[in-house]
C-alpha cells in the first residue's frame, strides 16, 4: 500500500475543513506535516493530536516574508520538502457591481496570489526532492457562474498558474497537480447542499494524486457530487 513515509508535506489553510482533513490523512499515512494559516490558535490545538509529526506554523500566505518563514521553519525542522499543497482560500460572492474592491483584492491575493507565494519560495527544495505541488481548485476553476466573477477569475487563474508550473517544472520532474472539486462541506459554504462532497471524499483523491505510482501524474481532476435524481434539473 501506498503512504508518505519519510515525506514532508506543507499544506496552507489547513486549520479547518479540507485543510486539516488533509493533515490527518497524510500524518496517518506516515508524512511530517506543517500546517499553515492565521489562526495560531487553531494550528497549535490540532497540532496536539500528532506531537511528533505535525508542525504549527502561523502565516498569512499573501505576505512573502511569512512565506519564506513557514518554510525555512519546515526544512529546518524536518530535513526536506516534498509536497506543498495549497489549499487556503476565501469566496466573496456577489454581482460585479454589488462586489466590492475589498473583497475582489482579497480574493485575488488568497487565491492566486498565496499559491504563486508558497510555490515560488518551495520550488527549490521540491526541486532537489523531485516533489509535488498540488493546487486546490474548484470546479468555479473551469465554469463560471452569476455573482462568482472574482471567485472564478482567481480560481481561473489558478489553474493558468497550475498549467505554467507544469511546463516549467517537468524537467525537473516535480509533479504538478490540481483538483476542481465542486461544493464540499465545509466551513467555506454556509449551507452547502445534503449532497456535497465530503472533505474526506476531497482528501482520499488528493491522496492518490501524491502516492500515484512512479511515471504517473494525475494532471488535473474535476470532482463533482453526484446529485440525487430527485434534484435533477
Not at 471567485?151 to 511546463?167: E, I, N, R, W
Request: glycine share 8%; hydrophobic share 40%.
Amino acid at each position: 500500500m501506498a503512504d508518505l513515509k519519510g515525506k514532508t508535506a506543507i499544506i496552507t489553510g489547513a486549520s479547518k475543513g479540507l485543510g486539516a482533513a488533509l493533515a490527518r490523512r497524510f500524518v496517518e499515512g506516515g508524512a511530517h506535516v506543517a500546517i499553515a494559516a492565521r489562526s495560531k490558535a487553531q494550528l497549535e490545538k490540532q497540532a496536539k493530536e500528532y506531537p511528533d509529526q505535525i508542525l504549527p506554523v502561523p502565516c498569512d500566505v499573501t505576505c512573502s516574508d511569512q512565506v519564506k518563514t513557514l518554510i525555512e521553519k519546515t526544512v529546518n525542522q524536518f530535513g526536506q520538502l516534498d509536497i506543498l499543497v495549497n489549499n487556503a482560500g476565501i469566496g466573496r460572492f456577489g454581482t460585479v457591481q454589488d462586489l466590492s474592491e475589498e473583497d475582489w483584492d482579497q480574493m485575488m491575493d488568497v487565491n492566486l496570489k498565496g499559491a504563486f507565494l508558497t510555490s515560488k519560495f518551495a520550488i527549490p527544495h521540491l526541486q532537489q526532492t523531485k516533489g509535488h505541488i498540488v493546487n486546490i481548485s474548484s470546479v468555479a476553476g473551469t465554469v463560471t457562474f452569476p455573482k462568482g466573477s472574482g471567485y472564478c477569475a482567481s480560481k481561473f487563474g489558478l489553474m493558468a498558474l497550475s498549467d505554467v508550473l507544469s511546463q516549467e517544472l517537468k524537467k525537473d520532474e516535480v509533479k504538478v497537480n490540481t483538483i476542481c472539486p465542486g461544493s464540499i462541506q465545509t466551513e467555506f459554504f454556509e449551507t452547502a447542499p445534503s449532497y456535497a462532497l465530503t472533505a474526506e471524499q476531497v482528501t482520499e483523491a488528493v491522496w492518490h494524486m501524491v502516492t500515484a505510482p512512479e511515471g504517473v501524474i494525475y494532471n488535473q481532476i474535476i470532482m463533482r457530487p453526484q446529485v440525487p435524481p430527485e434534484l435533477q434539473k
